[in-house]
Structures are given as C-alpha cells and as structure tokens.
C-alpha cells in the first residue's frame, strides 16, 4: 500500500491547481492521470479563466467590484443561482490567482473582452484573463507528456496560435508590422521543427496546461500517467485512499487528507452522452479521449448524487465535421473566429438567419436546441474566404480546394446554386441575403444585432468600419459549410458543497470525498457568464479543496494569515 496526504484523480486545471495549492501548504499530494498526458481539456481549450475581481485588470486601467460581479451572476443564472458556491467563488476566486502567481509559473495577462451577457447589470470587461505563452523548452524531455491541443487548431501539424497573432498574419503581406510578427512566428516554428521536431511556443490553453504542469513538478508533486483509477476506498462511510491500475497491477493509495475527483466529465462517453444531450445523434463533443465519465461512476459508488437536470449541462460549441476517405473524421469547434466577422451569416434549412452569428458559443448552440436545429448553414463569398477563412479552410495564401473537393465546402457560382447544394429555398436564401445586406451597409443588423452588443462588437474585425462585426455579402462564388451543435466540456458533475465537498443524497458530506472542475454540477448550471466560465471555477474550486484538506499545517495556516491580512 501506498500513502500520501492527498490523492487527485485527473491532471487538468482544477486537478493541478489543487495539487499545487496542496504541496505549497504542506502537504504530500499524487495526481494519477488515465491517459498518457497531463492537461486534460485544459490542454484543448483557450485558458482563459474568467475571474471577477481579479488584480490582472488593473494593468489596462479597469477595476471591478465583488457587489458587481454578483449582480451580474444572479442575473445570469436565475434561479440557477446557488449563494453558498457563488459566494465561495467570489471570495476566493481572486486569492486562488494570487497564490498561483506567487507560488507557481502560472501567469495571467489582461484581456479587455466584455462578458458574454454584456447588456445584464453587472457585466464588466476584462473578467476573462489570458495565460502568457510558454517556452516548452523549459519542460524538456517532459514536454512529450503534455497533451497537445487539437491538431485542426494548429497550422503545419505543431504550431500553436494564439489570439494575437490572427491579426497580424492575416496582414503579413499588407503591412510591415504584419510581416514582421509573422516571420518571427515562423522562424521559431521552423527552427524548432529541425531541433525538436514540433513546435514549442505554446499558448492558450496548452500554456495554461503547461505551465500548471510544469510548476506541479517544480513543487514536488507525484505525478503518475497511464494510471486509471478504479475505485474509491471507503471506510466507516469516508473516503480513505483509491484503487488505481498501474502497470496491469491493482495499487491501493491511502490518501491522509481526501481525495479529489476531477477526470474531466464524460464527453467521450457515448452512452452518457445519449443519455443526457440533446439530440445526440447529431452532437459532436471535442473533450479528450480518456473523459469518460470516471470521476461521476466512482463518485456515484460512494452515494454521490449526479442532478438529472444538470447532468447534460455542457460548455456548447458549433462543429463542423470534414469525413476523411478512410471514415474517420475532424471536428472544427466554431467558437469565434469565422463567424464573428463580417461578411457573413448562417441560416437554418428554411433559409433563414435565426441568431447573431457573432453571439457566444454557448448562445448559438443553445438558440440552435431551443429551436430544434441539428444542422444550419456558414455561408460567405470567396472574398470573405480568403480573409478570414471559413473552419477548416485557412485564409490565404492556403488553398481552399481540397476542402470543396472532400465536400467539407459548399461552393456555387451563385446564390440560387448554393441554396439548392444546401438543401434551403434559393428564393429564401435570396431574400434573406439582400435584407442583411440593406442593413449591412449602413452597419446595422436589425433582426439580430450582430456588432450592437459589446461582445459581436469585440470579437469582429476591428479595421473593418463603422460596425466591426457587419458587412454586405459580397459577389459570388459563394461557400457554405455546415455546423452541428457540439461542446467543448460536459459541465454536470456531481454536487458538492461550497467547499467542493462530494454531497450524499440526504445533502451531507460524503468525508475525505471532493470534486473540482467537470466533475463537479458547475456552479454556472449550464449558463456562461464570460470566456472561461468553466477554468475560473475549476481552478477555483480544486484550491479551495486543497485548502479545505490542508487546516493545522503551518504552510496553510500561514496563508490564512495572509489572506486575511
């Protein structure tokens, strides 16, 4: 048998965040990890917590107050607001950002995006915070354990692109500084494709990830890969320790102080996911492939409750889907990049728009079930293609033509043409198309408000005038590629209290038990206040765990000194 103080069953940011938070304290902390890569979802994801009352605004001149930031929750959430986990994660949501950028390579840099639900009292900006990329040199030979993010997220098979650099790449060949930011992005791939054979400038995400992972090695924490967990030791009704499989081999770890779940909800688990998305049959989930679910099974062993109308609660993305010759296929999440810009509109099968094609992710998606949609429409002109791409079709100088040939594109020399390949009335799509243009050219989206709101506004192209985020449909050839509802996460775990302890049935503590992240019923309840709805919480609640194992250590009771000094 083996021994430590806490045992933490999944590597992404709430798992690592609490072994680290754990080993600063004082304690002894392992984290098993099913596949052979740390970095969970967080791997895959844009690593931007959203953090309300965070000290990284200030850098850009804005401030924030915690009266504000709970407004706006309560108005997002409804009655889906629950004051013991909101409160909890208001007040320690800022500390937990405090303590990992003085304990740990864990950074943050301001990002002025407004909340998703910009016009609600309370919404604010800079909320949703960026990770500074990261050196992957630093990992070394470790860095092959990082999970990589998606390969169709990347350009030329490893190199990774963050936010600020779509700018100026799409301007390398108008402006000077354009060109200059690009070749020094490129001359970093290339030199580390002839030296590592992948590129190693990583952001988003995959920083976030990575620069957990490597501050959790630096801090001394245990860190088994390849390791599923299997069971939950229970005795006298709490949480001892875990049965993990290592090497073939049953290990019974005994953890001291609890153990924390947090595999990464059940996004690749297919018969969970008939059970609880809608429309299943017709949904496309890009979580990773080790995120099955174990977390929730051996949470329910111990008498833990997963809330039925929670369970199917996820973080929704539009997909599109390329089907490859030899029948597997890519999955491109629609987040922002193409639809937020202008030039462009998606319309359901009867030919008409139904949302502001620039609204949140988990807007769109959720809009495209309340009106029982499984597939709809991105339809642009080459003109819109060429600067700002479409999915997986990049921009230029890349050749879209690989694309219409596989089907993934739709391309017709006329509207008429297009809407007949789409399967939509062409006399439908006509009108549809020359009503947004009317609106379009003076900058105003009358049916939708596409550029009105703060956030369509942020997420468009800043160049281009007077609405970011509106422009006419230009002449054809015309392209349209379709999207399907999809998610980036499940979000229903199991209840817990505000202390991310599991809860049993009668709403008691299940001792020794807790759970962060995915595994956790998300305090959020499948709304989405801000980018990042799901890191902040999750990074939030694995450290109040660890804090809420590590009381009478002199670490833990020192940083109680601090954080109320």
């Known amino acids: 048998m083996i021994e430590t103080d806490i045992v933490v069953i999944g590597s992404g940011a709430a798992g690592l965040t609490a072994a680290i938070t754990a080993c600063k304290l004082g304690l002894e902390a392992l984290v098993v990890e099913k596949t052979g890569h740390f970095g969970g979802t967080t791997a895959y994801s844009g690593g931007a917590p959203w953090i309300p009352c965070n000290h990284v605004m200030k850098q850009i001149g804005l401030d924030d107050s915690r009266e504000a930031a709970d407004r706006y929750l309560r108005a997002v959430l409804g009655e889906a607001y629950r004051e013991e986990l909101v409160q909890q994660y208001l007040d320690n949501a800022p ?27 309370g ?25 990589q ?24 060949l108008k402006t000077w500084a354009g060109f200059k930011h690009t070749a020094k992005v490129m001359r970093r791939f290339v030199l580390d494709k002839l030296r590592y054979g992948r590129g190693t400038r990583l952001v988003n995400g995959n920083a976030l990830a990575a620069r957990l992972f490597h501050s959790a090695i630096e801090a001394g924490v245990t860190l088994w890969k390849n390791t599923p967990a299997l069971e939950l030791v229970i005795e006298n009704g709490a949480v001892r320790g875990v049965v993990v499989e290592q090497d073939g081999k049953r290990v019974t770890v005994k953890a001291r102080r609890g153990v924390l779940l947090a595999t990464g909800g059940f996004g690749a688990n297919e018969k969970m996911r008939a059970k609880y998305i809608p429309t299943p049959e017709h949904h496309y989930s890009l979580q990773p492939e080790g ?42 999440p629609h987040i922002f990049i193409d639809r937020a810009m202008p030039g462009c509109i998606v319309v359901d099968p009867g030919g008409k728009r139904f949302v502001n094609e620039g609204a949140s992710y988990q807007t769109f998606v959720g809009t495209m079930h309340q009106r029982g949609l499984t597939t709809v429409h991105l339809i642009a002109n080459r003109d819109f293609l060429r600067k700002y791409g479409l999915g997986l079709a990049r921009p230029a100088p890349f050749s879209e033509r690989a694309y219409v040939e596989s089907g993934y594109l739709i391309e017709a020399a006329t509207l008429a043409e297009l809407a007949a390949r789409i399967g ?27 550029g009105a709101d703060a956030h369509s506004k942020f997420r468009g192209d800043q160049t281009h ?4 985020s509106l422009g006419p449909i230009g002449d054809g050839p015309y392209y349209a590629v379709a999207l399907h509802p999809g998610d980036l996460s499940t979000v229903g775990g199991l209840d817990t209290n505000g202390s991310a302890q599991v809860l049993a049935a009668d709403g008691t503590p299940i001792q020794g038990l807790y759970a962060a992240g995915l595994d956790m019923n998300s305090m959020m309840r499948g709304r989405y206040p801000g980018g990042g709805s799901s890191i902040g919480p999750a990074m939030t609640f694995g450290y109040i765990a660890a804090r809420h194992m590590a009381p009478g250590t002199v670490r833990a009771d020192q940083h109680e000194l601090e954080v109320a000094a």
């Open 95 to 121: 500390r937990m950002l405090q303590f990992l950028e003085s304990n740990s390579q864990v950074r943050f840099k301001p990002f002025p995006l407004p909340d998703y639900e910009s016009e609600l009292p």
């Open 149 to 172: 993010p998606l390969p169709q997220l990347m350009l030329f098979g490893s190199m990774q692109i963050e936010g600020a650099d779509i700018h100026p790449m799409r301007h390398a």
């Open 291 to 332: 995120n099955v679910g174990d977390g929730i099974r051996i949470g329910l062993a111990a008498g833990a409750v997963h809330d039925p109308v929670h369970a199917g609660d996820c973080i929704w993305t539009p997909v599109s889907v390329l089907r490859k010759p030899d029948g597997s296929i890519v999955k491109y």
């Open 465 to 468: 005038q007077p609405n970011p």
């Open 123 to 147: 919404a604010a900006r800079c909320r949703s915070l960026l990770t500074p990329e990261f050196d992957g040199r630093l990992l070394g030979k470790r860095l092959a354990e990082l999970r």
């Open 424 to 450: 939509v009335d062409a006399r439908q799509l006509e009108t549809t198309v020359r009503r947004f243009n009317e609106g379009a050219l003076r900058g105003e989206d009358l049916e939708f408000g596409k």
